[in-house]
């Protein structure tokens, strides 16, 4: 079975290098694709501790919050995504949709606005903007 395998190389390379981001990265993919949200989220963490801005690694984190259903905890990791990828546009829009998950929409429109600025061509932007905007009148 591929997936047996491909979990044991994992689990190899994290044990011999217990210091790499990527290795940490992998197992934690590992588990969130078993479902398994503690030990996934507990690899993510390691893993945003070793090298903060690896890949999206604190929206990695905040994705499993709303899992969790702890959108707190998901708007604090989003923010930090954010933070560390200040060029990409997603971890604000997933925030944004957060907001507008909780009725906050004045506060996701703000984040919106300031990342259209920087994206003014990003459909998922433009899109969730809109519907905010909606929500609003």
């Known amino acids: 079975d591929k997936t047996r395998q491909?979990?044991?190389i994992i689990l190899t390379q994290l044990e011999e290098n217990h210091e790499s981001a990527r290795?940490?990265?992998?197992?934690?993919?590992?588990?969130?694709?078993?479902g398994d949200l503690k030990n996934a989220l507990a690899y993510f963490k390691k893993t945003a501790k070793l090298q903060p801005n690896y890949k999206l690694v604190f929206s990695e984190i905040a994705k499993i919050y709303l899992q969790m259903n702890d959108k707190n905890k998901?708007?604090?990791?989003?923010?930090k995504s954010i933070k560390n990828n200040p060029e990409n546009p997603s971890p604000?829009?997933?925030l944004a949709v957060v907001y507008m998950s909780m009725g906050k929409f004045e506060q996701a429109k703000k984040v919106?606005?300031?990342?259209l600025t920087k994206h003014p061509n990003n459909a998922a932007l433009k899109y969730n903007y809109e519907e905010c905007v909606k929500n609003l009148k």
Do not use: C
């Not at 998901?74 to 923010?79: G, N, S």
């Not at 919106?112 to 990342?115: C, H, I, K, T």
């Open 74 to 79: 998901a708007i604090e990791y989003f923010k």
């Open 92 to 94: 604000a829009n997933n």
């Open 6 to 8: 491909y979990s044991k």
């Open 112 to 115: 919106l606005e300031g990342q």
């Open 23 to 34: 290795y940490n990265y992998q197992a934690a993919r590992m588990h969130l694709g078993r």
